[in-house]
Nanobody, 126 residues
């Protein structure tokens, strides 16, 4: 059974940094999976932040390029999101999610994902 557990959220001032973690239960997804971070701010739609494919290729939303870095440690079954130069508009609930096939294709669509974590809150104050 797949279980995704996020951690690392918190409250920081603008310009600060946080590192989010997503511990995976270790389920073997097979070739072509994609692990992503998505976020949902108050009154907003859930949006893609960053994704990493099984082969290691990555992609980012324009709003976080150059500030956020996604990575995964396969030995620890953990996905990370390093967030630097945080802005108040980055405040949101951040979710870890996995889609089983297609690699990075369609990563922005929340409907593409098969598994979700419960989320971790990030609040950035000005």
């Amino acid at each position: 059974q797949v279980q995704l557990v996020e951690s690392g959220g918190g409250s920081v001032q603008a310009g600060g940094s946080l590192r989010l973690s997503c511990a995976d239960s270790g389920y073997t997804y097979g070739y072509g999976y994609c692990m992503s971070w998505l976020r949902q701010g108050p009154g907003k739609e859930r949006e893609g932040v960053a994704a990493i494919a099984s082969i290691g290729s990555t992609t980012y939303a324009d709003s976080v390029k150059g500030r956020f870095t996604i990575s995964k440690d396969n030995a620890k079954n953990t996905l990370y999101l390093q967030m630097n130069s945080l802005k108040p508009e980055d405040s949101a609930m951040y979710y870890c999610a996995v889609k089983r096939t297609g690699g990075l294709s369609g990563w922005l669509s929340r409907d593409a994902y098969n598994y979700w974590g419960q989320g971790t809150q990030v609040t950035v104050s000005s």
